[in-house]
């Protein structure tokens, strides 16, 4: 380190020190992306933004929340909602974006997968999302306990006896997890402490590590093509912006951002204020009662698909129990698209349109998850039961067919 | 140089061991703070007295035992007799954990079987799975018997048999 000679209390020292400029060009505005995309490659600015609303919110809620079984119902439909200043305003902002963050994501995600922007130098990229996803459902089912009504109770109880299936009973991991024979105070204060603390910590890092894995590789573009970096950035800061084939991060991209933001942040309002109680479910404003089971239990829409898939296997099939085998296949689902990169073989990024037989795969898989969706939230009884099996049966042989059918349009194509 | 370079790897070493057994240490201390308390270990013994709960055949009453539902059934004279019955006298009673195999959801008692309203398992009248995904019939709780007494969270001979029976 060169001594610095300049005061401390100037800006040119304090920019010797921090060297600033230097950062802020290589984070923002020679941070290069694509001049060739669209709308939705502003999820990643929406998703930001949500979560810091989601934290903000989040602290006022905290002030007034008590993670204790006697007074959690009332700390929050009580005092929240009927004695603090705008508490109904913080809860409702919180509870939407706790589910909106869930749309925005899932909309991230297969803009990654239909674009190809998962693989050929993006897969660390990919991992650290799926990480970020697979946190957030920690987050948001772990938030869902808190404000301990009867869906709250339910939903834990459920949740966590998945870690007493099979041979894990034997484990006790169950009891462990729960810090009791059932759901219980110690339960519902360490899940507060998971939520507000140690998920919110690893989330914050992870985004850290999505931002850094994308700076070097940048984003993909519409078409998939290869961009010289390096020499569109040398036309652009030349002054030959039309013919340049990118734009830096500021203030160019993210002007285009805001615009996406904004009609989001109007939609993202207008359920705040007039809609919110999509996040609201009615049975979870009668308080915890472990005696009594609600007559119908179903999670949050964004865990429907996967929950679904849980109850999908209804009988025994080969030599196996079928509990144990949604169970399996539950698990598999919450990590299933983590493993997309490495079950593509086919050697280029290109965007699903360009592989036809891989566009076809990419919108069953929408629909078979919007089925998963729909029936996960409908009464396991009747022909619902097989509805559920046969989409949860697409959803396997989609990820066993992956491999197959991204080789088959390469070969189409002549690339291998 | 070689004996420095031996004496700095023996440091490195020593440092890895004394940070690996003070991490695993710290990981046992965890694990042990999410354990459940001794006070919640120690509570749970519930005695249900058959004489005196007014059972009618045929529909079962539900207790609680640590936290957990316990459903107590007298069977009517058109049920099935099972091995698994808790049999007293000429009564024959279905005793057990009212918490589904499957995810813990609480069945709910439909004309003569528990249906379990989140994934659709259904138990018949001697506590068997007849539909759906649970993996095994409803678990029976540790008790004892004296006369028409039962003590739960008292491992006896009659619910030992009965789980035997029933498995």
């Known amino acids: 380190m060169a001594e610095i000679k300049e005061s401390f209390f100037s800006a040119e020292g304090l920019e010797k020190r921090l060297a600033g400029k230097k950062f802020w060009k290589t984070m923002m505005t020679e941070y290069w ?83 190809g922007s998962y693989k050929k130098g993006r897969e660390m990229i990919w991992l650290s999302g799926m990480l970020l996803f697979v946190t957030f459902s920690a987050e948001g089912f772990s938030g869902y306990m808190l404000p301990w009504g009867q869906m709250s109770y339910w939903a834990a109880a459920v949740i966590t006896n998945l870690f007493a299936g099979g041979s894990l009973e034997a484990w006790g991991l169950v009891e462990w997890i729960r810090g009791g024979f059932a759901v219980n105070d110690a339960t519902l204060t360490r899940f507060f402490m998971l939520h507000v603390f140690l998920l919110p910590l690893v989330i914050i ?72 109680n999509f996040a609201m479910d009615p049975v979870n404003f009668d308080p915890a009662n472990p005696m009594k089971t609600p007559a119908h239990i179903y999670p949050e829409w964004y865990f429907l698909w996967s929950y679904e898939t849980l109850r999908g296997p209804f009988f025994d099939m080969f030599g196996l129990k079928a509990g144990d085998i949604g169970l399996m296949i539950f698990g598999f689902a919450q990590a299933a698209f983590l493993i997309v990169p490495f079950i593509d073989r086919d050697p280029d990024i290109l965007p699903a349109h360009k592989r036809p037989r891989f566009f076809i795969w990419f919108w069953i898989m929408i629909i078979d998850l919007l089925v998963l969706t729909v029936y996960g939230k409908l009464p396991p009884t009747g022909a619902n039961a097989w509805v559920g099996f046969y989409a949860t049966a697409v959803f396997l042989l989609l990820f066993a067919s992956m491999p197959f059918v991204t080789k088959a349009d390469a070969k189409a194509r002549g690339a291998l | 140089m070689s004996d420095k370079t031996n004496r700095r790897d023996f440091l490195g070493m020593s440092f890895a061991a004394v940070a690996a057994v003070g991490g695993a240490a710290s990981l046992v201390g965890m694990k042990q703070a999410w354990d459940p308390l001794p006070s919640v270990l120690a509570a749970g013994f519930t005695t249900i007295d058959l004489a005196k709960i007014d059972l009618v055949p045929g529909k079962p009453q539900t207790f609680t035992w640590r936290g957990k539902p316990i459903f107590v059934l007298e069977k009517t004279a058109d049920m099935e007799k099972f091995d698994g019955d808790l049999v007293i006298g000429d009564k024959r009673y279905t005793v057990s954990i009212g918490l589904c195999t499957h995810l813990g959801c ?19 009248s001697n506590g068997q799975q007849v539909f759906g995904p649970p993996p095994k019939p409803l678990n029976i709780p540790p008790f004892s018997v004296k006369g028409t007494v039962l003590t739960l969270g008292e491992e006896g001979e009659q619910s030992k048999a009965m789980m035997t029976a029933r498995a």
């Open chain 1, 33 to 115: 992306i694509p001049k060739d995309i669209n709308f939705l490659w502003a999820m990643g600015v929406v998703l930001a933004t949500t979560f810091a609303i989601l934290i903000i919110s989040g602290i006022f809620l905290l002030m007034y929340y008590k993670p204790d079984t006697a007074l959690a119902f009332d700390s929050v439909n009580y005092t929240i909602m009927q004695d603090v200043a705008y508490g109904w305003l913080f809860r409702h902002m919180h509870g939407v974006a706790a589910s909106v963050v869930f749309l925005i994501i899932y909309i991230h995600m297969f803009t990654g997968i239909y674009y």
């Open chain 1, 205 to 276: 890092k992870l985004i850290v590590v999505h931002f850094y894995t994308l700076r070097i590789p940048h984003v993909n573009n519409q078409s998939s093509e290869d961009i010289d970096y390096d020499a569109e950035a040398e036309k652009y800061l030349a002054g030959n912006k039309k013919e340049s084939k990118v734009i830096p991060f500021w203030p160019v991209f993210l002007s285009k951002d805001f615009a996406v933001l904004g009609i989001f942040l109007i939609f993202y309002f207008y359920l705040v204020f007039f809609n919110y």
């Open chain 2, 106 to 124: 609480i069945p709910a008692w439909k004309k003569d079987k528990w249906k379990c309203a989140c994934h659709g398992g259904e138990f018949n």
